[in-house]
């Protein structure tokens, strides 16, 4: 399938990029990436993405639009509160580009829906906002064999890994399993800065874009951290866990687990 001139026009920029071209831009237009949550990470991140043109743009969240997203979650405006928020995030996008499909689901990602929702994307990303979510968005990515971009925030700290199943370490590899609850503060305890959320989402957006043109170097084995008030990224060295429960040799995980969630909107 050839792009018209509009869209000729409209990916102008990544088209004379020689690590991108015509070639590149063609199998953007073919990916299919799943984002989960519409808020803090998933509204830069699902922005853009859709400004790039990936063809299909999965988004999955539960929760509506409250006014205390607004200091962050870019996507949602004003008059969005009590929207259901992939609602809000579909709106945007369509307004943003028609070229892209949404695919909107109003839910939480549980072990009932997560591997049918995977199987149907090639990147996911990881824009969850508690613990629980992130070991089952790790588990699922794992079983199904599917690149995903884990991406968290707090306070004035962020931190970035990607994640490609049997190639690379995966979440349990560094974190074996959810923290008891109540032991790490939620964004609702702790606060965040806003714009840590535009960093952090815009960089998960990038990777997802490199695991899909199969360019530079992706964030395998290393997990970046961002320390937004001394502005200084730095690189932890990873490595894959043998003994992991999900990806080692010997799995012992091999269906998801529904931990208890304690859900606040990053």
Same mark, same amino acid.
């Given at each position: ?27 953007? +237009? $073919?990916?299919? !990436?799943?984002?989960? *949550? ?11 993405? =859709? /400004? ?8 999955i ?23 259901p ?22 839910a ?10 995977? +199987? $149907?994307?090639? !990147?996911?990303?990881? *824009? ?11 588990? =699922? /990515?794992?079983?199904?064999?599917k ?39 939620t ?17 998960q ?48 995980i091999?269906?998801?687990?529904d ?8």
């Amino acid at each position: 399938m050839s792009f018209t001139d509009e869209q000729i026009k409209r990916y102008s920029r990544h088209i004379i990029l020689p690590e991108v071209g015509g070639k590149g831009q063609k199998k953007i +237009r $073919e990916s299919r !990436v799943l984002v989960i *949550g519409a808020g803090g990470l998933g509204s830069p991140a699902a922005y853009y993405l =859709a /400004a790039a043109g990936v063809g299909t743009l999965g988004i999955i969240d539960g929760d509506v639009v409250d006014l205390s997203n607004l200091q962050r979650q870019i996507i949602h405006q004003t008059p969005d509160i009590g929207k259901p928020k992939v609602i809000s995030a579909k709106e945007k996008i369509e307004a943003l580009n028609p070229d892209v499909e949404v695919k909107a689901y109003q839910a939480l990602l549980t072990s009932q829906n997560a591997l049918d929702l995977f +199987r $149907e994307y090639d !990147v996911i990303l990881d *824009g969850t906002d508690n613990f629980p979510a992130k070991f089952l968005s790790n588990d =699922a /990515a794992v079983i199904t064999n599917k690149p995903l971009v884990h991406g968290g925030i707090l306070r004035f700290i962020g931190q970035v890994l990607s994640i490609v199943p049997h190639k690379s370490a995966c979440y349990r590899c560094v974190f074996n399993s959810p923290p008891p609850q109540g032991l790490i503060p939620t964004c609702q305890e702790a606060g965040v800065v806003g714009v840590l959320a535009g960093v952090i989402g815009t960089i998960q957006a990038t990777e997802a874009l490199k695991l899909i043109l199969n360019i530079g170097e992706p964030l395998k084995d290393r997990l970046m951290t961002f320390d937004a008030q001394k502005m200084e990224f730095r690189e932890i060295r990873i490595k894959k866990n043998p003994k992991c429960p999900v990806c080692g040799e010997n799995p012992t995980i091999k269906e998801l687990i529904d931990y208890e969630q304690e859900v606040c909107s990053i």
